[in-house]
């Protein structure tokens, strides 16, 4: 059965600094893989998603993320953050977007 | 335009009660998905409904666990004899069609007490 492991339960990082989200995955088959962001009280809002084609995937909000199939990784990254950014994040995987398994998240603090 | 909607926002319930919750999805979507988020951890899938039936519910934790959508549109997680346990954020998602990207809701946060 597929699963997502985010190592990191909390991180925090200046404004302005780089940001790397790890996760990573167990999947028998090439894996449908997404980033979601949870602001409090808000849903959960798409970053990206891979499906196939070309590894380093550009999201929404400056975001990025690499699938690496060797290390069964998909982290996310972001140049320079933002202080609106701070929020959970949510690494997840699935079947045809079906039945989608999500990481425990991590969450972001962003110190001024 | 709008997006998925649930309602309530927050439901607090008694031990041993009856809940029900509601996801309006958005318009013209056909699949749609409960995922239950416990405190601390990411959404756990509970079941998939493809137009009006349960195309998976292998998440459902229980037989007190039920959901319907008689219509193809609006769905419904009833919760029978609810238990602590239960208390969670209930997510709702729609996506188009089965295979597409899926866009959630805001949650249903229930407390039993």
């Known amino acids: 059965a597929q699963s997502v492991t985010q190592p990191d339960i909390h991180i925090t990082v200046s404004e302005g600094a780089s940001l790397e989200l790890r996760c990573n995955y167990s999947?028998?088959?090439?894996?449908?893989l997404f980033w979601y962001v949870q602001s409090p009280g808000q849903g959960l809002q798409l970053l990206l998603k891979?499906?196939?084609?070309?590894?380093l995937v550009q999201g929404i909000k400056g975001f990025e993320a690499e699938f690496k199939r060797s290390q069964s990784s998909f982290n996310l990254r972001k140049p320079s953050v933002h202080w609106s950014d701070a929020a959970e994040y949510f690494c997840?995987?699935?079947?045809?977007?079906?039945?989608?398994?999500f990481g425990a998240g991590t969450r972001l603090t962003v110190k001024p | 335009g709008a997006g998925v909607s649930q309602t309530p926002s927050n439901k607090v319930t008694e031990k041993g009660k009856y809940v029900e919750l509601r996801c309006d999805p958005i318009?013209?979507?056909?699949?749609l998905y409960w995922y239950r988020q416990s405190l601390g951890q990411g959404p756990e899938f509970l079941i998939y409904?493809?137009?009006?039936?349960?195309?998976?519910d292998s998440g459902l934790p229980n037989d007190r666990f039920f959901a319907v959508r008689p219509e193809g549109s609006v769905s419904t997680l009833k919760i029978q004899r609810t238990e602590r346990g239960d208390s969670a954020v209930y997510l709702c998602?729609?996506?188009?069609?089965?295979?597409?990207?899926?866009?959630f809701g805001p949650g249903t946060r229930l407390l039993v007490l």
């Open positions: 999947y028998g088959a090439t894996p449908y």
């Open positions: 997840a995987v699935g079947v045809r977007n079906n039945d989608m398994r």
């Open positions: 318009s013209g979507h056909t699949a």
């Open positions: 891979y499906f196939s084609g070309d590894t």
């Open positions: 998602a729609s996506s188009l069609m089965r295979g597409e990207t899926q866009y």
């Open positions: 409904f493809q137009g009006t039936g349960a195309a998976d």
